[in-house]
């Protein structure tokens, strides 16, 4: 089987960036050089495109209740390159404020309800940061003061 049937049956698993093809094809014992033209051939052929791809991605991540800081560091952890990552989570977000991405993870997190107290108030808050909100438009989804950094 030639290196570039081996990605075309990879690529009907999933889509992946060309980093992601790269070290498939390296698990698999495809040598350098032949991974190299492979990827080529999939660029040329239109089976491979890493901006689209981050554009998919960061939608994907943006709806789930991610935040822009996360869905940006996760996208270029895949091998998007940072103009192409800050391109698609900027795509994804939209108009949206980073409090009003908050408040839609939250209320996806919550479903419908309000936190039951102080105690699940400040874990939500640490999720959402964790999430990649910033802070600030975290404690404002919650109803919260915050007067912490910013870049927490």
Same mark, same amino acid.
């Given at each position: 089987?030639?290196?570039?049937?081996?990605?075309?049956?990879?690529?009907?698993?999933?889509?992946?960036?060309?980093?992601?093809?790269?070290? =498939?094809? $390296?698990? @698999? !014992?495809?040598? %350098?050089? &032949?991974?190299? /033209?492979?990827? +080529?051939? *999939? #660029?040329?052929?239109?089976?491979?495109?890493?901006?689209?791809?981050?554009?998919?991605?960061?939608?994907?991540?943006?709806?789930?209740?991610?935040?822009?800081?996360?869905?940006?560091?996760?996208?270029?952890?895949?091998?998007?390159?940072?103009?192409?990552?800050?391109? =698609?989570? $900027?795509? @994804? !977000?939209?108009? %949206?404020? &980073?409090?009003? /991405?908050?408040? +839609?993870? *939250? #209320?996806?997190?919550?479903?419908?309800?309000?936190?039951?107290?102080?105690?699940?108030?400040?874990?939500?808050?640490?999720?959402?940061?964790?999430?990649?909100?910033?802070?600030?438009?975290?404690?404002?989804?919650?109803?919260?003061?915050?007067?912490?950094?910013?870049?927490?």
């Amino acid at each position: 089987m030639t290196a570039v049937e081996k990605a075309l049956k990879l690529l009907a698993l999933r889509s992946r960036t060309a980093l992601e093809m790269d070290r =498939a094809l $390296a698990r @698999a !014992k495809v040598s %350098a050089d &032949d991974r190299k /033209l492979a990827l +080529a051939r *999939l #660029r040329e052929l239109g089976y491979m495109d890493d901006r689209e791809l981050a554009r998919s991605r960061a939608r994907t991540l943006i709806e789930r209740g991610e935040g822009p800081r996360l869905a940006l560091r996760r996208l270029e952890s895949q091998g998007i390159a940072p103009e192409d990552a800050q391109a =698609a989570v $900027a795509e @994804a !977000k939209g108009e %949206a404020t &980073d409090e009003a /991405l908050a408040r +839609a993870a *939250l #209320r996806r997190r919550l479903r419908g309800r309000t936190p039951r107290d102080a105690a699940e108030q400040r874990r939500l808050l640490r999720l959402l940061i964790a999430k990649g909100h910033r802070p600030a438009a975290a404690a404002k989804a919650l109803e919260m003061e915050w007067d912490g950094d910013e870049d927490t």
